[in-house]
């Protein structure tokens, strides 16, 4: 199956994790099997700090902070095996937001890393 990069993006809260209401968060916890019941998987996946906590870098310059300062930000990512885009769209959308979106982006030279 192609891979699929499914990307969060949320308004950022002072609190951040812990202003996640706790039914969303239960939605995350339940999300790979309701993935898994529709036909696909998720491979692996990640919550960001916020993004008050990044650095980046531009050639030589390193800054404090996100490239791009917006009402969202990138709150997370993870890695879904779906059988096409239309696939990966249908189960993207099962993906619980509080206030934001997620954007899916197929992924190229993909390799899963298993677990030892």
């Known amino acids: 199956m192609a891979q699929y990069a499914v990307l969060i993006y949320e308004r950022e809260t002072p ?10 968060m239960r939605a995350h916890e339940e999300l790979p099997s309701r993935v898994a019941e529709r036909g696909g998987r998720i491979v692996a996946g990640l919550a960001l700090e ?22 969202e930000a990138l709150a997370g990512v993870f890695v879904l095996e779906a059988r096409d885009l239309d696939h990966a769209l249908t189960l993207a959308q099962l993906t619980p937001i509080v206030n934001g979106g997620v954007e899916i982006r197929p992924l190229i030279g993909f390799d899963v890393v298993e677990e030892h």
């Open 15 to 24: 609190g951040g994790v812990t202003d996640i209401p706790p039914e969303v």
């Open 50 to 71: 916020q993004s008050g906590t990044a650095t980046s870098i531009r050639g030589d310059l390193v800054t404090d902070g996100p490239f791009i300062e917006t009402e």
